[in-house]
T-cell receptor, first 116, second 117 residues
Framework: AQKVTQAQTEISVVEKEDVTLDCVYETRDTTYYLFWYKQPPSGELVFLIR??????QNEISGRYSWNFQKSTSSFNFTITASQVVDSAVYFCALSEEVYNFNKFYFGSGTKLNVKP | GAVVSQHPSRVICKSGTSVKIECRSL??????MFWYRQFPKQSLMLMAT?????????EQGVEKDKFLINHASLTLSTLTVTSAHPEDSSFYIC?????????????FGEGSWLTVV
């Protein structure tokens, strides 16, 4: 079974629109970490956020915000006032504490196209 | 700047030859490194866990004799794709774990594009 599901394969928006990227995860561990990474065409993974399972506070960083809901096993990512430079593939990832700590399970990614 | 460096960033090799990709942790010692593979327009999939001084642990379906991993020092892990074929063409990316009092931090390398012709 998929541990991390990103149901949106590709999203296209016009610049300045807000966009939310969905992420649903599955784990039996009580201690785990969730991540979001941005992958531009060059390939490198750009770290955006890490959240541990005990911290359900939402976080805002500039135009980026994250909504962590343990009740629905979701960790959604919102970009406010999107810009063309936000165009990339975004990956949500899960890392479990026991045994597989630091082994990442990546979602399938969501390609975001921001048009001018 | 990058704390995990991969080399080469791009490599083209002929079918049947072997190619080595290096993953180095800069400024910290990494007892554990991880190798991922990403086919075009797909997600990243873990291939193996590289442990310094011991054998790598491979994920199910990954041929250990084809993808040789060596983690001979605390700052270097290498992935060698042996007898490469066009279907091995992919983006390979490593990550390294830095241990600290505050917990573990994972850093990803910049990745290596392999094209087998």
């Amino acid at each position: 079974a998929q541990k991390v599901t990103q149901a949106q394969t590709e999203i296209s928006v016009v610049e300045k629109e807000d966009v939310t990227l969905d992420c649903v995860y599955e784990t039996r561990d009580t201690t785990y970490y969730l991540f979001w990474y941005k992958q531009p065409p060059s390939g490198e993974l750009v770290f955006l956020i890490r959240r541990n399972s005990f911290d359900e506070q939402n976080e805002i960083s500039g135009r980026y915000s994250w909504n962590f809901q343990k009740s629905t096993s979701s960790f959604n990512f919102t970009i406010t006032a999107s810009q063309v430079v936000d165009s990339a593939v975004y990956f949500c990832a899960l890392s479990e504490e026991v045994y597989n700590f630091n082994k990442f399970y990546f979602g399938s990614g969501t390609k975001l196209n921001v048009k001018p | 700047g990058a704390v995990v460096s991969q080399h080469p960033s791009r490599v083209i090799c002929k079918s049947g030859t072997s190619v080595k990709i290096e993953c180095r942790s800069l400024d910290f010692q990494a007892t554990t490194m991880f190798w991922y593979r990403q086919f075009p327009k797909q997600s990243l999939m873990l291939m193996a866990t590289s442990n310094e001084g011991s054998k790598a642990t491979y994920e199910q379906g990954v041929e250990k004799d084809k993808f040789l991993i060596n983690h001979a020092s605390l700052t270097l892990s290498t992935l060698t794709v042996t007898s490469a074929h066009p279907e091995d063409s992919s983006f390979y990316i490593c990550s390294a774990r830095e241990r600290s009092f505050g917990g573990n931090t994972i850093y990803f390398g910049e990745g290596s594009w392999l094209t087998v012709v």
